[in-house]
């Protein structure tokens, strides 16, 4: 049985949508065990409104929630009954317990993983790895996307190492390509930090195709985009704006006269809807903090039903896959050390 901790009010639709999403993913994954978090009396009324296996389900309570605008580690300190500690905390703590879901505050999942959960040894940061669609009904990794602003080459290398991992584990991606995310293709490109990130990828024995731009993400061939936390934390922004902005544009242009609305019911209304859940960012739920001793799954702040349901058949999956041994396998195959000292010299 898969054990997945789920903070039932975390997110700016929670209880409602969290817990809608994660009866979902329980009622179509019959190997899934889930706790809730929260508050008992809240938790309880929720799920008095769907049918599920009851037996497969407890709530732990908590006292307390930390909200989106609360410093990080001031509320991880001082919060011990939050859904955020408490969870992280029997999650470290207890074998039998596999996976987090939480669409709570970013700042608050990353210092309270880290530092409750713990990381693979070896790990420099955690990284976030979300999937974006792509071109044909694919999908694209970015790694990371925005738990670290500032890198060190040797992190954008763990990155390369621990999201190939994950893509070909969890994902089931056979020999996934990885790119750098630069400001072009050529080796040369860059400043310093994704120079000398280059050439320490491309000796980690992966798929690597060199540095991709922006635009690759999407409409390039390549299943990972490695990047420092704030490049990829913009890129990412991108994407969703321009998703948002072309929904926006098509809406008005079928709606804008009784002609072009008929167009669209008679003709176009099946293939928008094919191309709008192919593009649909909740479909692919939450992303995984990559570096963890166990699996932590960060769905956005604004998630609903259907994007906690695939986040917490996500953490299945990788639990299912042992994807973190795997990670710690890799890592701890490679001479960092030995790396580190290659580009000194």
């Known amino acids: 049985m898969v054990k997945i901790l789920i903070d039932a009010m975390g997110g700016d639709n929670a209880p409602g949508e969290i817990i809608k999403g994660a009866v979902q993913a329980l009622n179509d994954e019959k190997d899934v065990y889930l706790i809730f978090l929260g508050d008992e009396k809240t938790v309880k009324e929720e799920l008095s409104k769907y049918k599920y296996d009851e037996a497969r389900t407890e709530i732990v309570h908590c006292s307390e929630n930390i909200g989106m605008d ?3 580690t001031e509320a991880i300190k001082k919060k011990k009954d939050s859904t955020l500690v408490k969870g992280f905390t029997m999650l470290k703590k207890n074998a039998d317990i596999d996976a987090m879901v939480t669409a709570g505050s970013s700042g608050a999942t990353i210092v309270g993983a880290t530092l409750l959960v713990g990381r693979i040894p070896g790990v420099i940061r955690p990284a976030l790895c979300p999937m974006v669609p792509g071109k044909d009904g694919s999908h694209t990794l970015i790694c990371d996307c925005g738990a670290n602003a500032e890198c060190k080459p040797q992190m954008l290398a763990q990155f390369a190492v621990l999201s190939s991992v994950y893509a070909e584990k969890a994902l089931g991606v056979e020999n996934p390509r990885v790119g750098l ?16 990130a280059y050439k320490l990828i491309s000796k980690m024995g992966l ?3 060199g540095n991709v731009e922006g635009r690759d993400i999407c409409y390039g061939d390549i299943d990972i985009a490695v990047a420092d936390g704030f490049s990829g934390n913009a890129a990412l922004k991108g994407i969703e704006g321009c998703g948002k902005m072309a929904n926006q544009e098509m809406r008005l242009a079928f709606t804008r006269n009784i002609w072009t609305k008929i167009g669209y019911a008679l003709f176009l209304k099946k293939s928008i809807n094919i191309m709008k859940n192919r593009l649909d960012f909740h479909a692919y739920g939450g992303a995984m903090l990559l570096g963890l001793k166990k699996i932590v799954i960060k769905s956005h702040g604004s998630t609903k039903a259907k994007s906690m349901r695939a986040s917490v058949v996500k953490a299945a ?3 299912r896959t042992n994807t973190i041994a795997y990670m710690q396998e890799r890592l701890s195959a490679i001479d960092w050390e030995r790396m580190n000292g290659s580009e000194e010299n």
């Open 317 to 319: 999956n990788a639990v």
């Open 181 to 196: 995310l630069n400001n072009g293709t050529e080796e040369h490109k860059g400043d310093a930090l994704h120079q000398e």
């Open 207 to 209: 798929n690597f195709v």
């Open 70 to 72: 609360e410093v990080p």
